[in-house]
């Protein structure tokens, strides 16, 4: 909101001196962004809440700075002179949108001729950064700034069947806008059409074919008040942004319509030689009554701290627009003016005084006990977890609690029965999740059906089990992986090896309906289990509508976190290079890659550094009912350069002894 302090002076006086202003303005609660000298006058530019859409007019700002200073606040008065022939006789409105326009008034200026703007007004438009068109359009503008509420007017003698339709769209239907645009309206989006095609997107833009130009004699002039909400989505919706649907957006005075159609109409009939038509169109609802709160005056000192006499706190608030209707002994029933909306209930009141009386004169308590709070394991662990796993690829997500009591069967990890709400918030989900697993997969294949053609998701939150009867929530993690059982395994691997527990998780067989055989595994931790891992079957990949099938994970997070160990120690680097080699071994098919891993490492000793899977084969030349492993060791001495003997040697073990223990043969 651009801010003339030129304009300001023609409605508060005396207006203090720039310099002046620039300090009362944030004291008053209106930041100020940046004060630019335009011609010889100061301009500010404010940043305004939200919720104080009053403030957004020269009027606004006045009334706010009269009320802190003392100065007179100067509202225009307006004598509106008609002739001629009744508007009610010359045109009409039909409100066919009551629930999205609340309140519309058309008036009819005649005889109007078209031309540049007085400079005076000129000035005033440009000085805020507003290019001046024509006296219509001007004055328009003019108002809208001076008063917040937003105007537009329509060439009358362009509008097809000389009337107003409010209305929505119609699927489909275009509307070429003032900047030119054409744009493709909806059915959710109000328009102000004529008898036949829309000429205005209401509280957005005016249409093209209905602006005013050079042979604009007569004017339909608007004031309305639209839902905000709607505004806000047509705006957004349509890429269409101006100062009107700024105003719309945050909600307009009732009672400034009105007034600004009044104010307006004068100006057009002075400016531009027109007779306004005697009367006012006006459908929807009327202006609602001021509503009335109650202050009670020692409730206000509580609050603030700090003693304010009650006929004083009366005047900070009469200046600032409000009426006491009732007075009882340490009491005021106040009517709350209709540009204050946001105003509803005593607390707001007092906020209002807190803002009149001065923040800087309340006092505040500076002692305060500070005390740090250590970061919990659990937070350490998760920021840890997230961390990691974003790092590997995979996006976290956030489902819901809820899932349908058929999905909840299926998956019986934590728990064989699953919690029903009684009022659940959707009828096909009313049980509480007992796994993180199927509402990932649901997750996934909606990512899919939008076109991301990776999706590899994780998810860090609460089940909800039963146990003897009882219901308890666990912490669980689960993961989806579109790499397959061997890319899940390398990033679980990861993962202990983060948490510092990659030597206590043991893998073990596991037979599961969601999960298919010979590719998913049990975790154990301390004997305790940890949680599944494997690639779904093709039958729960069906069942999601999935084309192929991811491996999953899901673990006991609040297992894993009483044995995870958070600490970071230093290690320093080698001095001395390693030594790889490879080797290929044919094994049963239940023979585990963990125990194989275990075995390498065990002959390895110290020089063992690091094992690396690198695959897995069955087909051509393997017998059935077996495999061929192949993985990479890494031999590294930590006082000398290892020789190629030494780890021929090592390696010669780690053969030796998987034949010994899993009959395994070397694959050529």
Partial sequence: MKVSCDWLSRYCEPVPPPDQLARMLPELGLEVDTVDQVAGDTVFVLEIAANRPDLLSMIGVAREVAAATGAELKIPEVDLQCGGENVAGLTRVDLNAPDLCIRYTARLVTGVKVAPSPMWLQERLASIGLRPVNNIVDITNFVLMECGQPLHAFDFDKLIGKEIVVRRAAPGEEITVIDGTVHKLTAEM????????PTAVAGVMG??????????????????????ANIRRTSRALGLASDSSYRF????????VDWGSVRAAAMIAEMAGGQVAPGVIAVGEPV?????????TARTDLVLGVSIPAEEQRAMLERLGFTVVAERPGEFDLSVPTFRQEVRREIDLIEELARAYGYEKIPEKTRMRVRAVPVQKFDSAAARVRELCTGMGYSEARTSSFISPDLAARFTYWSAEANVIRNPVSREDPALRTSLIPLLLRAKKHNLNRGTPRVALFELSRVYQTASG???ERTCLGLVDDGGFASLRGALDALFDHLGVSGQVAYAEHSDANLTAGRSTKLLLGGQSLGVAGEITTELANLFDLKSAPAVAELDFDLLLGSASLERRYHPLPKFPPVRRD????????????????????????????????SEYRGEQIEPGKKAVAFSITYRAPDRTLTGEEADEAIARVARAMKDRFGAELRA
Avoid: H, K, M, Y
Avoid at 190 to 197: R, T
Avoid at 249 to 256: A, L
Avoid at 288 to 296: N, Y
């Fill in 249 to 256: 957006e945050r909600g307009v005075d009732p009672n400034g």
């Fill in 207 to 228: 249409g093209l074919a209905t602006e005013i130009g050079d042979s604009t004699t007569n004017v339909l002039l608007e004031s309305a008040v639209f839902l905000p």
């Fill in 583 to 614: 080797l290929s071994v044919v094994v049963d098919e239940d023979v585990a890659w963990a125990a194989l891993c275990d075995c390498a490492d065990t002959e390895g000793g110290e020089l063992s550094d690091s094992i690396a899977f690198l």
């Fill in 470 to 472: 009882v219901p308890s």
């Fill in 190 to 197: 109000l328009v102000i059409a004529d008898a036949e095609v």
């Fill in 288 to 296: 609602p009554e001021a509503q009335v709160v109650t202050l009670r």
